[in-house]
C-alpha cells in the first residue's frame, strides 16, 4: 500500500515535491496527476515486475518517458523484491536463453524500456551518473549473478564437467575469471588440477595441442581459431596452459605409435627431433573382409619392417581409394576388393580418369592413378603370399607406360624473375634466405636441405675449393645398392659457404637443445625443434612474389615452388653446355633425368621461339581475305588464344585462325587448310603423322596386289592418300628448315 503526500508545490521550474510513504520524489505535473494518476501506474509496473511481464514493462515506460526516472526510482525503492527478481530473470534470459556471453546494466535499462533484445545489446542510453548511482538493482543482481556462475564453476572444475564449464564461463570473461581464478589459493589448485586433468584426458585421446589450444579445447569445445576468433587470448597465455600443453606434447612425443587393432582408426606417430607428427589410418571405408586383411597387412609393416609412417599412410590410403571409387561403379555382386577383376579394373581405370573436381580440373592425374593401382598392387602381393595363394593379382595385369611423360613438369624461373627475386629476398626471415640461396647455387631438392649437417662444409687442399657434402634423400637406397656413399659431394661457390655459416650460427643453440647436427631446423608452436619444412618457404616466396608484382614474360603473376630451384640450376648447366652425365654427376640424379629436362628445355625454347614468331607467321602465311577479317583487338584475343593452347587442333599439329564469322568447320582433316599455322614444337607430331601415313600406303599397295590390281597408282584412292603423304613431307621440310636458320636443334626429335 503506498501513500503519496504532497510537500511543496512551488519549486522552481513547475516541480512538485511529494512522498511515497517515506521517500521523496520530484516530477514536472500536476498535483491531480500525482494524487489520482501516478498510484494507478505505480501499482500496475508493481504488478508488472511481478509477472516478469517485459512488454507490459516497456509499455508504461514508454507511456510515461518524461516520468522514467521517478518510475525507476520507485522500483528501486517501493518495490525493491520484485525489481530485483526482475532483473534477475533478465540475467538468466541473456546469459542462459540467448546465449549472451556479455551484459551491463546498461542492458537491462535498455531492454526494460525497448523490450527489443538487438536494442539492448547495441543501442545507446544516455543517463545522468546520480541516476546510474542511485538504481544500484541491475549491477547488484549481474554481480550476484556472475558470483553464483563461478562459484558453481569452480565446483564444474572439482568435477571434472567440462560440458558446466563450457556453459558457465562465457558471461565471466576473460580479464574477469582470470582475476577470480587467482584471488585465492584454493581456487587456483582447483582450476589448475582441473587443466592437468584434462591433459591427461589428451595424452590419452592423442591430442597434441598448443597452449592456446588446450584453452579453446576447455571452454569453446573447438581448437580452430576460425570458430572462436581471438577469444580466450589472454586465457591461453597462463602459464597452466603452457605447462599442460608443454606435458602432453613431450609425453606423446615419446611414447611409441599406439592403437587398438580392432579399431577402424589408428593414429601413427612420426618422429620428428623433439617433435613428432601424426598420420590417420581410416580402415572404416572397407568391407569388414577387407578391412581384415588390410590391417593385418599395416600391422606386419609396423612391427616387421622399417617402413616410413607417410608410406603406411599412402598405403592405406590407396586401398581404399580404389575400393571407394570402385563401388561408385554398376557392380553390385562385388564386395571385396579381392573380387575385382582385370576388367573391373579397365573400366575403374578410365572411371577415374573421367572424375573431375568442382572447377572442372581432372581429380587424379595419369600419375597419381599409377601411385594407387601400385600401392594397391602391393598389398594383394602380400596377400596372395600370405592368406591366399590362388589369389589373382589383377592389379599387375594392367600396363601403364612411359608414365612419366604423363607427369606435369616443373618449370624452371625466368632470368627476370631470379633478378626480381634477388632484390627482395632479404625481406624474408634469415632462415629463408639461407634456404633459398644454398637451393639457387647447388640444385638440392628440399627434403636434401632438411638433412644437411653442421659438417656440410669443408675445404680441399688439393683442388683449393669448398666442397659441399650432402644426402641426397631420393637416390639414397639407389646409391646404397650400387655400392656408393650414401653421401653426395659438390664444389661449391663463397655464396653457399656463407649461407651455411649464416645458418649454423642461427641454429647453434637449438642444435644444442635438441642434440642434433642438423642446421635446418626450427621450433614448433609447442616450442619443441623439429626439422624445417618447405611448404612455408614456398608461401613466404609466394607472398612476396605477390607483394611485389613479379611477373613473367607472359606478363602473368610467377608461380614458386621449392623444386624450381633444382630445374632452374639443371637448365643453367645444360645452357652453358655442359654435357648431360657432367650435369647428372653434378646434381646427383639419373641421366634420363637429365635427358627429359634437356627435352623440356629444347620444348620450352622452341615454345618461346613459336610464340614470338607466331604474329609474324599470322601476317606472312596467312591468305589476306582470312587476316581481314580479324580486327586489331579480335588479333590480339587471338594472339592470348594461341598462347593459352585454346586454338590447338584436334590432331595437336597445330594452331587453328579460323574467324568466328567463316561458321562451323565442316573438314575431316587440317593438314593442307590454309587457317592452320604450325610450328617446330609440332615436329614430333608431324614425325608421326608422317609415318602412320606410310605404314598405311605400304599396307593399301599390298591390299591392291593381293587383288591383282598392277595399276593401283592410278587409282584415286591411292593417289589421294600420297598426296597426303607429300604434304606431311613438304611441311615437315619446312619445319625443319625454319629451325634450321634459327639455330633450334630437332634431331631428339627424329627416331
Not at 518524461?66 to 538468466?92: A, G, K, V
Not at 661449391?492 to 650460427?505: F, I, P
Request: proline letters at 2%.
Amino acid at each position: 500500500m503506498y501513500t503519496i503526500s504532497i510537500l511543496d508545490k512551488h519549486i522552481t521550474n513547475g516541480l512538485i515535491c511529494f512522498k511515497i510513504n517515506e521517500y521523496e520524489f520530484q516530477i514536472r505535473r500536476t498535483v491531480n496527476f500525482i494524487e489520482n494518476e501516478l498510484l494507478k501506474i505505480l501499482t500496475k509496473l508493481k504488478k508488472r515486475l511481478a509477472d516478469k511481464d517485459t512488454a507490459g514493462i516497456a509499455k508504461i515506460l514508454d507511456d510515461n518517458k518524461n516520468i522514467n526516472t521517478t518510475l525507476f526510482r520507485f522500483m528501486e525503492f517501493l518495490c525493491p523484491t520484485e525489481f530485483e527478481n526482475y532483473c534477475s530473470y533478465l540475467c538468466h534470459y541473456f546469459f542462459d536463453d540467448l546465449k549472451e556471453p556479455k551484459i551491463s546494466y546498461r542492458t537491462i535499462f535498455r531492454f526494460m524500456k525497448t523490450n527489443d533484445v538487438k536494442e539492448a545489446l547495441n543501442g545507446i542510453l544516455t543517463m545522468r551518473t546520480d541516476f546510474i548511482n542511485e538504481i544500484k538493482t541491475p549491477k547488484r543482481v549481474i554481480q550476484r549473478h556472475l558470483d553464483e556462475r563461478f562459484n558453481k564453476f569452480i565446483v564444474a572444475c572439482k568435477n571434472d564437467d567440462i560440458e558446466s564449464i563450457r556453459k558457465l564461463s562465457p558471461p565471466l570473461g576473460d580479464k574477469s575469471l582470470i582475476k577470480r581464478i587467482y584471488s585465492t589459493n584454493e581456487y587456483i589448485k582447483v582450476f589448475e588440477s582441473f587443466v592437468r586433468r584434462i591433459g591427461d584426458r589428451l595424452i590419452k585421446e592423442d591430442q597434441p595441442l598448443s597452449k592456446i589450444e588446450v584453452a579453446r579445447y576447455i571452454f569453446k569445445n573447438t581448437t580452430k581459431k576460425s570458430e572462436v576468433g581471438d577469444a580466450l587470448t589472454q586465457i591461453g597465455r597462463l602459464n597452466i596452459f603452457n605447462e599442460v600443453a608443454s606435458h602432453v606434447y613431450s609425453t606423446l612425443s615419446s611414447k611409441p605409435s599406439s592403437y587398438r587393432y580392432e579399431d577402424d582408426i589408428w593414429i601413427i606417430r612420426e618422429k620428428n627431433l623433439q617433435g613428432f607428427g601424426n598420420h590417420t589410418l581410416d580402415f572404416s571405408p572397407l568391407s569388414d573382409i577387407d578391412k581384415k586383411h588390410l590391417k593385418a597387412h599395416i600391422h606386419e609393416l609396423i612391427k616387421k619392417t622399417a617402413i616410413k609412417e607417410r608410406a603406411l599412410y599412402t598405403r592405406v590410403y590407396a586401398v581404399t581409394t580404389i575400393y571407394n571409387r570402385f563401388t561408385e561403379l554398376p557392380y553390385k555382386d562385388v564386395y571385396s576388393i579381392f573380387d575385382i577383376n582385370y576388367y573391373h579394373l579397365l573400366h575403374l581405370l578410365d572411371y577415374l580418369q573421367q572424375i573431375k573436381k568442382v572447377d572442372g580440373q581432372d581429380y587424379y592425374n595419369l600419375t597419381s592413378i599409377y601411385n594407387l593401382f601400385q600401392q594397391t598392387r602391393l598389398f594383394f602381393d602380400w596377400y596372395i603370399e600370405n592368406i591366399d595363394s590362388e589369389q589373382n593379382n589383377s592389379f599387375r595385369e594392367i600396363e601403364m607406360h612411359n608414365i612419366k611423360s604423363f607427369s606435369e613438369s616443373t618449370d624452371y624461373m625466368p632470368e627476370e624473375v631470379i633478378g626480381k627475386l634477388e632484390e627482395v629476398i632479404h625481406e624474408l626471415p634469415e632462415m629463408y634466405q639461407n634456404a633459398w640461396t644454398i637451393m639457387m647455387n647447388t640444385g638440392l631438392r628440399f627434403s636434401d636441405i632438411q638433412e644437411l649437417s653442421s659438417e656440410c662444409i669443408t675445404y680441399d687442399e688439393e683442388s683449393q675449393s669448398y666442397l659441399f657434402t650432402y644426402l641426397n634423400v631420393k637416390m639414397e637406397n639407389q646409391r646404397v645398392q650400387s655400392g656408393e656413399s650414401k653421401y653426395h659431394t659438390i664444389p661449391v661457390s663463397h655464396v653457399v659457404v656463407e649461407a651455411v655459416e649464416k645458418q649454423k650460427e642461427l641454429t647453434a643453440d637449438l642444435r644444442i637443445v635438441a642434440d642434433t647436427d642438423r642446421i635446418f631446423i626450427t621450433l614448433n608452436k609447442h616450442s619443441k625443434v623439429v626439422e624445417f619444412v618447405g611448404r612455408p618457404l614456398a608461401r613466404a616466396i609466394n607472398r612476396l612474389i605477390k607483394k611485389h608484382n613479379i611477373r613473367d614474360g607472359n606478363n602473368e603473376l610467377f608461380h614458386y615452388t621449392n623444386h624450381q630451384c633444382r630445374k632452374t640450376i639443371i637448365v643453367d648447366l645444360l645452357s652453358k653446355g655442359h654435357s648431360l652425365r657432367k650435369v647428372a654427376d653434378y646434381i646427383n640424379h639419373s641421366e634420363e633425368t637429365s635427358a627429359r629436362y634437356y627435352r623440356d628445355l629444347e620444348l620450352k625454347k622452341i615454345a618461346e621461339l613459336d610464340s614470338k614468331l607466331f604474329q609474324q607467321l599470322f601476317e606472312e602465311t596467312i591468305d589476306k581475305e582470312i587476316k581481314n577479317q580479324y580486327t586489331e583487338e579480335e588479333k590480339k584475343a587471338l594472339f592470348r588464344e594461341i598462347k593459352l593452347g585454346a586454338r590447338e587442333t584436334p590432331e595437336g599439329h597445330g594452331t587453328c585462325v579460323k574467324h568466328v564469322s567463316f561458321g562451323p568447320c565442316h573438314k575431316k582433316k587440317c593438314v593442307g587448310c590454309k587457317m592452320l599455322i604450325s610450328g617446330p614444337q609440332k615436329l614430333p607430331k608431324w614425325y608421326d603423322l608422317y609415318r602412320e601415313q606410310q605404314d598405311f600406303l605400304k599396307e593399301l599397295e599390298v591390299e591392291y596386289k593381293n587383288s591383282g590390281i598392277d595399276n593401283y597408282q592410278e587409282h584415286r584412292v591411292y593417289q589421294q592418300e600420297l598426296h597426303l603423304l607429300k604434304v606431311y613431307s613438304e611441311t615437315i621440310k619446312k619445319m625443319e628448315s625454319f629451325a634450321k636458320e634459327r639455330g633450334i636443334s630437332i634431331e631428339q626429335y627424329k627416331k
